[in-house]
T-cell receptor
Framework: GESVGLHLPTLSVQEGDNSIINCAYSNSASDYFIWYKQESGKGPQFIIDIRSNMDKRQGQRVTVLLNKTVKHLSLQIAATQPGDSAVYFCAENMSYGQNFVFGPGTRLSVLP | KAGVTQTPRYLIKTRGQQVTLSCSPISGHRSVSWYQQTPGQGLQFLFEYFSETQRNKGNFPGRFSGRQFSNSRSEMNVSTLELGDSALYLC??????????????FGPGTRLTVL
């Protein structure tokens, strides 16, 4: 498959454990955030989003936490499965329109 | 509902040539954004089109251009290709992106290799 990033930080977790992926965003004026999952050879896939007027949002097996004080975003994946292995990106938006700034990504590796 | 489609999926060109990539957004989506993804630089924003007008532009040279048609389909063009233009080019669409930021959905990308 194609390499998304050659030297990405990697998080290795055991199957069934919970995963926490962190992201520091750059602009305190950012008001909308998205987590994407990218598998080898594919485009980024939307996982969950959150707006700046919230500090937590839950989806199916995923939770996003937003800490505006320290400009920090995290993605929690419950009961991690082998299919969760991928590169995860956070993206922030602060401007009118669809100009998103992406973080460098974290590679999640799920161990059997 | 069909997702974002991009054509072609793979492309090989030589330095100095030009290339045109195509993107069809999700039905009903009016905003189309383009990104370049490389292992070294990650995902970088190129430009965004809404209602046939370029609304936002990233920090790329003028060799990179785009357009959007009345049916919201978009094309991007890269002229005078350089080796460093080798990348995965991703298109993303959103419903309207006007007044409030909308969720973006990505296509599978076009893998461009410049020899």
């Amino acid at each position: 498959g194609e390499s998304v990033g050659l030297h990405l930080p990697t998080l290795s977790v055991q199957e069934g454990d919970n995963s926490i992926i962190n992201c520091a965003y750059s602009n305190s004026a950012s008001d909308y955030f998205i987590w994407y999952k990218q598998e080898s050879g594919k485009g980024p896939q939307f996982i969950i989003d959150i707006r700046s007027n919230m500090d937590k949002r839950q989806g199916q097996r995923v939770t996003v936490l937003l800490n505006k004080t320290v400009k920090h975003l995290s993605l929690q994946i419950a009961a991690t499965q082998p299919g969760d292995s991928a590169v995860y990106f956070c993206a922030e938006n602060m401007s009118y329109g669809q100009n998103f700034v992406f973080g460098p990504g974290t590679r999640l590796s799920v161990l059997p | 509902k069909a997702g974002v489609t991009q054509t072609p999926r793979y492309l090989i060109k030589t330095r100095g040539q030009q290339v045109t990539l195509s993107c069809s957004p999700i039905s009903g989506h009016r905003s189309v954004s383009w990104y370049q993804q490389t292992p070294g630089q990650g995902l970088q924003f190129l430009f965004e089109y809404f209602s046939e007008t370029q609304r936002n532009k990233g920090n790329f040279p003028g060799r990179f251009s785009g357009r959007q048609f009345s049916n919201s389909r978009s094309e991007m063009n890269v002229s005078t290709l350089e080796l460093g233009d080798s990348a995965l080019y991703l298109c993303a669409s959103s419903r309207q992106g006007q007044g409030v930021t909308d969720t973006q959905y990505f296509g599978p990308g076009t893998r461009l290799t410049v020899l």
